[in-house]
């Protein structure tokens, strides 16, 4: 088996892959002030609370868009593995030309999303992903990836509506029945989805322009559902494309890149720190 893990700054998204099928995924809430023993005991009880045997856990891979958190799950994984995770980033084989400024500064979900993409459909694509942020990315039909846009997510940007709106309360995310609002809920309902939908149409629409190729619209994130009939250009709903993604950086990278290589380094570097001698004044 394989793990897979998606740090996003919200939510962390984890897939058990059993060969190329999704066989599990768990969804937990991310956490900075957390430590590499707490998060390696959840992911364990997640795995056997699900019937799975960690001992079949063969490899890990993990795309983290949170840094403080990239040596925290390196160290969880290494312990319950034996072995440290690939973190997607600079040194990663993708398969595919980053034709933008700086790959480097590339968000790895963004990376794995474009892969993907790309792998399932082998055609021109534009990826959005819902988030915390929305991420709009374009791989043109040679398979190369050009870039993109993002946009505050959808509730990120009703968390600062209600933040300086004070005669506004929270209202359920779900799609209205209609574009005019008959009261305040169904007016925010509106605004949000309908008015969000149209960001999204309007971005994709131009992407396609500049492309002038055509183009297969999809769409991931955890919000992805609710624009389902109510975008325009959205064509193809998949939850779990960046796990996928994911799946198949790491067979890219299998045995070509290990990510102990770099734990190992860390690790020395912390032995030759304790192994130093103490200055005496």
């Not at 359920?172 to 989805?193: H, M």
């Not at 500049?210 to 959205?234: I, Q």
Request: aromatic share 6%; with cysteine.
């Amino acid at each position: 088996m394989l793990l897979v893990i998606d740090v996003g700054n919200t939510n962390t998204v984890i897939g058990l892959y059993q060969g190329e099928r999704l066989a599990h995924h768990f969804r937990i809430v991310t956490k900075r002030q957390t430590t590499a023993d707490e998060v390696g005991e959840l992911i364990l009880s997640l795995v056997e609370r699900r019937g799975f045997d960690p001992s079949e856990i063969e490899g890990a891979i993990l795309a983290s868009v949170v840094p403080p958190l990239n040596r925290l799950f390196a160290e969880a994984f290494t312990h319950l593995l034996g072995k440290a995770p690939i973190i997607v980033g600079p040194g990663v084989k993708t398969g595919m030309p980053l034709l933008v400024d700086n790959p480097a500064e590339l968000g790895a979900d963004r990376i794995a999303n474009a892969v993907a993409g790309w792998a399932r459909w082998q055609q021109a694509c534009v990826i959005v992903d819902f988030g915390t942020g929305t991420n709009i990315d374009v791989v043109n039909a040679k398979g190369e990836y050009l870039g993109g846009a993002i946009a505050p997510g959808l509730e990120l940007s009703m968390d600062a509506l209600f933040a300086r709106a004070a005669k506004l309360a929270r209202v359920e995310l779900k799609q209205p029945e209609r574009a005019i609002g008959k009261n305040t809920n169904q007016a925010l309902q509106s605004g949000l989805l309908f008015g969000y939908a149209g960001l999204v149409d309007a971005l994709v629409d131009r992407m396609r322009d500049e492309l002038g190729t055509p183009a297969k619209v999809l769409a991931t994130g955890g919000l992805a559902f609710l624009f389902e009939g109510v975008s325009r250009t959205l064509e193809t709903y998949d939850e779990f494309l960046t796990l996928d993604g994911l799946r198949i950086l790491y067979n890219l990278n299998q045995g070509a890149l290990d990510g102990t290589v770099k734990m190992r380094a860390v690790d020395k570097r912390a032995a030759d720190k304790r192994a130093a001698p103490t200055k005496r004044n």
